[in-house]
């Protein structure tokens, strides 16, 4: 029984109201992202993708700890990549814990795949600098104004409708040598969690 790694992607504001607002994209976007890190793990086992795989199972969450619109993946993926051998065994390779430059690396190709993707879709536009959502992508409707209020921590309704909602937050508890730890990867509001790692016999 090999160890698993869980990862955590979470996107930019704009993703998570297009993913929310068309949700029959998400699919095809979480098969890039398993694409981009499946390789990645390949790569480090020093094999190729014809001959050796990977598995995960991916848990798409829809709202953050305030219960706010937050659409983002929880992936967890085998720390080994294996491969079939001639009996029909698997022999499996394993695969050291990402640095915080390789989930850097990662963030950023997936990033631009799923910019790619969005673009060849037409929701999505891009200039020199900078992307936007199509007009296309935006419906002119109240479910998508109340969507945006949610994703952006904001009212939606009421006298105070626009203004930012209040929140209380506490520094979360870690251990001392957890907070050296180098283990995020951050590119354009893509966000690549890679910190914890699920033990054998942990269920």
Same mark, same amino acid.
């Given at each position: 029984?090999?160890?698993?790694? %869980? @990862?955590?992607?979470?996107? %930019?504001?704009?993703?998570?109201?297009?993913?929310?607002? @068309?949700?029959?994209?998400? &699919?095809?976007?979480?098969?890039?992202?398993?694409?981009?890190?499946?390789?990645?793990?390949?790569?480090?086992? &020093?094999?190729?993708?014809?001959?050796?795989?990977?598995?995960?199972?991916?848990?798409?969450?829809?709202? &953050?700890?305030?219960?706010?619109?937050?659409?983002?993946?929880?992936? *967890?993926? *085998?720390?080994?990549?294996?491969?079939?051998?001639?009996?029909?065994?698997? @022999?499996?390779?394993?695969?050291?814990? %990402?640095?915080?430059? /390789?989930?850097?690396?990662?963030?950023?190709?997936? =990033?631009?795949?799923?910019?790619?993707?969005?673009?060849?879709?037409?929701?999505?536009?891009?200039?020199?600098?900078?992307?936007?959502?199509?007009? #296309?992508?935006?419906?002119? #409707?109240?479910?998508?104004? *109340?969507?945006?209020?949610?994703?952006?921590?904001?009212?939606?309704? &009421?006298?105070?409708?626009?203004?930012?909602?209040?929140?209380?937050?506490?520094?979360? =508890?870690? /251990? %001392?040598?957890?907070?050296?730890? #180098?283990?995020?990867?951050?590119?354009?509001?893509?966000?690549?969690?890679?910190?914890?790692?699920?033990?054998?016999? /942990?269920?």
């Amino acid at each position: 029984m090999q160890e698993q790694l %869980p @990862r955590v992607l979470s996107f %930019p504001f704009p993703l998570r109201f297009l993913f929310a607002s @068309r949700p029959a994209i998400i &699919g095809r976007v979480l098969g890039i992202v398993y694409r981009c890190i499946a390789t990645h793990l390949v790569e480090q086992a &020093g094999l190729t993708k014809k001959k050796a795989q990977t598995g995960a199972v991916t848990l798409v969450q829809r709202f &953050g700890s305030a219960l706010n619109l937050n659409i983002h993946f929880h992936m *967890l993926f *085998l720390d080994s990549v294996y491969v079939d051998q001639a009996d029909g065994a698997g @022999r499996f390779y394993r695969v050291s814990a %990402p640095s915080g430059q /390789e989930l850097t690396q990662l963030a950023h190709t997936i =990033a631009q795949r799923v910019g790619r993707f969005l673009e060849r879709q037409g929701l999505l536009e891009r200039d020199a600098e900078n992307s936007y959502l199509a007009g #296309d992508a935006v419906d002119d #409707d109240p479910m998508s104004q *109340l969507l945006g209020h949610s994703i952006t921590y904001r009212i939606a309704v &009421g006298s105070q409708a626009g203004r930012k909602v209040f929140t209380l937050q506490t520094q979360p =508890a870690c /251990e %001392p040598e957890e907070q050296l730890t #180098d283990t995020v990867g951050k590119v354009a509001g893509f966000n690549l969690h890679a910190g914890v790692a699920a033990r054998a016999h /942990e269920r």
